[in-house]
């Protein structure tokens, strides 16, 4: 057997996704964030911005950045199934990211959301935007969560109210060490959808191509004084 | 009770997250700026006395007796030292106590400190600790909040005066405005009308809080310090200070009911007003001699209400000011120039304490550049302790060389 084709054994079957259609949202600060789905082939700048933040600590970004690394990996070298990624850039420039997978027609697995730009919500934003593409695109039923920080933690699980499934495990469980999984269910994500996710579609071409070349940051809050 | 008080340091943090310190510490850092902006720290043990302004360590950081925690963290012992609570009112109300420590001839020379570490708890956690200085069975138990009171009167207001949340929206974007010009500030960021008000996805960009009170136009939970240090200038030791002192002109505080509903009309705060005419009173001046303010806007009505009752604009009006840009860092009467609790933000011990450093640094004409006020003479501060039941004005003056 050869080596290619051993290698397209170890790749998991894939379901062709319904792609998120590209939103912009203007934030706080004035600034428009374009919100599309990212591409394989931009991987490698994806890598690149989050690779500085795995050296930080505070908030959990540490976890957040090297776990996500790796669904980032793993979606390039097609060792995670039904995996997209969301991204949020402002003039091109990188100020968030989100990992999601696809696990069947009825549920949706919530990986990571990683937020660059702080201080306009844009974490908020681009994990609303990972939620309306598994419960309004993709029609799956529910999504499993977690949280790896306190931050999160506020954020999903007590905003959006979401199902406390812990004391299911191990028949509920999420893929991210079998720690307490939390659930939007349908309900639950129609009760917020209106307060907690925007965007105006269609984008026009000109923000459109803005981001259309993703940038990596050149400067981090997370990171005082960082240069690339 | 006048006495010639000074201002002769001042110190502050930046407020923001400073939930990986002890409270202690947020304050040495404010109290340790303070006096070395006197050239005062070798010599801190000559201090006469440290008040403390704090309102709920006990509730965020599950700390007491901070004022004693603040001198051996300072290695000044045996300086007397005592702790001033009095809601989101205490930094203001520790200065009152520093005031009258000088003024009674007990001291001449006061270090009055402000702090306060709230996000050692969640933003829910820290509403209800907050919520805890509401009347306890007509109000807490009742399941209100102080960002329910801010939306009540908020409505209460746009009802009778005909103010839009635009109107609100136009206040964040003037403080965000100022607060991202200010070191100090926990939020430097501007905000556009557009984004907050008036463009597609601002309804969840400026997110309701307590309709129809949004985000934009609620304060953020903050930790933070501020320090000042007080000297009687009649003293032989106000020699020893080389820098031209602010002068405290006036000092008035008031209290209200404590249950909001008891209140004749509950668009009136009553307490500010009595609160800044005996702080005009005893300072010899008026509304029309202030030159900016610092006003306590934990929620933006709260910027116009208060402006109202001290009397810088008929009852009403104030917005249809912010509209014409009056309170501009460039307009007739700026306020909040440092931001406001909106965007310099609100750990509630520290914030009366910030407001006068403000009104300082405004008044020794050091504000960073675009957010200086022109020739400032008197500077007024309003500290709003509860809903409005225990408010504290300042004046302070421009003393010429």
Known sequence: ?228 | MTANVGIVGIGHTRFGNSSEYDLADVMAYAATDALQDAEFLERRREIDQVIVGNMASGLFCHQSAVASSLVSRMDMEPVPAELVENGPASGASAIKIGYMAVASGMADIVLVAGGEVMRKVSGWTATENVATMLHTEAEYNMGLTLPAFGGMFTRLYMEKYGLTERDLALLAVKNHKNGAKNIYAHIQLPCTIEAIADGPEAAVVNNYIAEPLRMYSTCPVSDGGAALLLVNMDSPKAKYFKKQPVRIAGIGSATDTHCVHNRKDPLRLEAVRLAAEKAYRMAGVGPADISFAELHDAFSILELAISEEVGFFERGTSYLAVRKGETDIDGRLPINSSGGLKAKGHPVGATGVSQVVELVRQLRGEAEEGRQVKDPRYGMSVNFGGFGNNVVALICAKVEG
């Open chain 1, 1 to 228: 057997m050869a080596i290619d084709e051993m290698e397209r054994k170890l790749r998991p079957p894939e379901i062709a996704l319904k792609p998120y259609l590209p939103k912009i949202i203007t934030l706080a600060s004035g600034e428009k964030m374009v919100v599309r789905e990212a591409r394989r082939e931009e991987t490698g700048t994806l890598l690149g911005t989050i690779y500085p933040l795995i050296g930080v600590p505070t908030d959990f970004y540490d976890i957040v950045a090297v776990r996500m690394y790796a669904e980032l990996l793993g979606w390039y070298r097609y060792r995670v199934a039904n995996e997209f990624v969301i991204v949020g850039a402002i003039d091109g420039v990188i100020a968030g990211l989100v990992t999601s997978r696809h696990v069947s027609s009825k549920l949706g697995m919530s990986l990571h959301t990683l937020t660059i730009k702080r201080g306009l919500r844009v974490g908020a934003q681009l994990f609303a935007a990972k939620m309306e593409h598994h419960l309004d695109d993709l029609g799956e039923e529910e999504v499993h969560i977690v949280a790896e920080s306190p931050n999160g933690f506020k954020r999903w699980m007590i905003e959006y109210q979401l199902e406390d499934r812990s004391s299911q495990f191990p028949d509920v469980r999420h893929e991210l060490g079998g720690v307490p999984t939390y659930v939007l269910t349908r309900k639950l994500w129609e009760a917020v959808r209106d307060i907690k996710c925007t965007g105006t579609r269609p984008v026009v071409e000109q923000d459109l191509k803005s981001a259309e070349k993703l940038i990596m940051p050149s400067e981090y809050p997370q990171i005082p004084g960082f240069k690339r």
